[in-house]
């Protein structure tokens, strides 16, 4: 079993659609969560990043950290054909300087 | 904001041939890392590197070896190119301070003919 799971897509919807993109982890001493953003033939882009539980918000997109079910969320409001990307999430351990465990990657596509 | 800058997008090399892949950052950060992409498998640790000359393997260090004789700049080599290294590879880097997101480079795609 992977450290972390997240289900590979596509995932499409149409504009202006709520997306819910999600992953699972078994570590339960993750601490730190994040986002990136990966469009086709560049390099992932920090979208969002997170301590321990809750939620934080920037503009249309919202993390949230369930850490009593192991489940970290990323909402995008208001989609638009430009959020078409991969989207990786990466967690993790506390005092931890370098290892961020990555999950494989959902692509999302928004039709106009 | 962070920039890296890996030197080649595209590079096509043969079989048996000796790769030199280079990146720079400009945030003085102390961390820099190599991954490779692959389709299904998400991003693999090659080597990352926490200070001049110092280098720790990561999950996938096989087939390659990295140098770092300055703090910018961060260079992954291929001793011996084979097929199975075509891929997409990523360099990253970050500030020391504990648990600091990484900012990677555009990457390099690379294949091995």
């Known amino acids: 079993q992977k450290e972390v799971e997240q289900d590979p897509g596509p995932l499409s919807v149409p504009e202006g659609a709520i997306v819910s993109l999600n992953c699972t982890y078994s570590n339960s001493a993750f601490q730190y969560f994040m986002w990136y953003r990966q469009y086709s033939r560049k390099g992932p882009e920090l979208l969002m990043y997170?301590?321990s539980s809750g939620n934080k918000e920037d503009g249309r997109f919202t993390a949230q950290v369930d850490k009593s079910s192991k489940y970290i969320s990323l909402f995008i409001r208001d989609s638009q054909p430009s959020d078409s990307a991969t989207y990786l999430c990466a967690m993790s351990l506390p005092y931890s300087n370098y290892q961020l465990i990555w999950g494989a990657g959902t692509k999302l596509i928004i039709k106009p | 904001d962070v920039k890296v800058t890996q030197s080649s997008r595209y590079l096509v090399k043969r079989t048996g041939e000796k790769v030199f892949l280079e990146c720079v950052q400009d945030m003085d950060h102390e961390n820099m890392f190599w991954y490779r992409q692959d389709p299904g498998l998400g991003l693999r640790l090659i080597y990352f590197s926490y200070d001049v000359k110092m280098k720790e393997k990561g999950d996938i260090p096989e087939g390659y070896s990295v140098s770092r004789e300055k703090k910018e700049r961060f260079s992954l080599i291929l001793e011996s190119a084979s097929t199975n290294q075509t891929s997409m590879y990523l360099c990253?880097?970050?500030?020391?301070?504990?648990?600091?997101?990484?900012?990677f480079g555009d990457g390099t795609r690379l294949s091995i003919l």
């Open positions: 997170t301590y």
């Open positions: 990253a880097s970050s500030s020391f301070r504990s648990n600091q997101p990484q900012h």
